[in-house]
């Protein structure tokens, strides 16, 4: 996948879209990836580390909090790439994806979720140092998720900066 251009609408009052040329293999990774969100567990996320009971209460709203952006971000993923429209073919075997910056920074923040939660499941490795790793084949799945998304952060990434 690569970014082609940002594109003006030709409506003068909807946001410009992001372009990227996507392969059929390609998006078909993204959505398979996409399907695991969330990955991380609301409680997940810690107000304090360790957890204090003193704050048993900001630690409640924070999960809920979490819980809800979950929500949310599923909500969109779901209403995004529902239907074919998100994805358009140009030519034979080649597709365009188009993005608005908003709906990049959120598919951001889930490609991030499931990429965190990935790590996490696989024990939080220190991956520059594969001796700490431990493959099996029932967290291999993990692995391959983690570093798809990074490749599809890094690709957005580069398309904003």
């Not at 080649?94 to 939660?117: C, F, P, S």
């Amino acid at each position: 996948m690569k970014f082609l251009r940002l594109s003006n609408s030709k409506k003068e009052t909807a946001p410009p879209l992001l372009l990227f040329q996507i392969t059929p293999r390609e998006k078909a990774a993204l959505l398979a990836v996409l399907q695991l969100f969330p990955v991380l567990d609301a409680s997940h996320h810690q107000f304090t580390n360790p957890p204090q009971p003193a704050r048993a209460a900001e630690q409640r709203l924070l999960q809920e909090s979490m819980s809800q952006l979950q929500d949310a971000h599923q909500r969109k993923l779901d209403q995004l790439f529902r239907g074919e429209e998100q994805f358009f073919p140009v030519s034979r075997g080649e597709l365009r994806m188009a993005l608005t910056a908003a709906q990049l920074e959120w598919l951001l923040q889930v490609l991030n979720d499931i990429r965190v939660g990935s790590w996490v499941r696989l024990g939080c490795p220190d991956l520059a140092d594969g001796a700490h790793l431990k493959l099996s084949g029932s967290n291999a799945h993990a692995l391959y998720a983690m570093h798809v998304c990074g490749e599809f952060q890094s690709i957005f990434l580069e398309a904003v900066t």
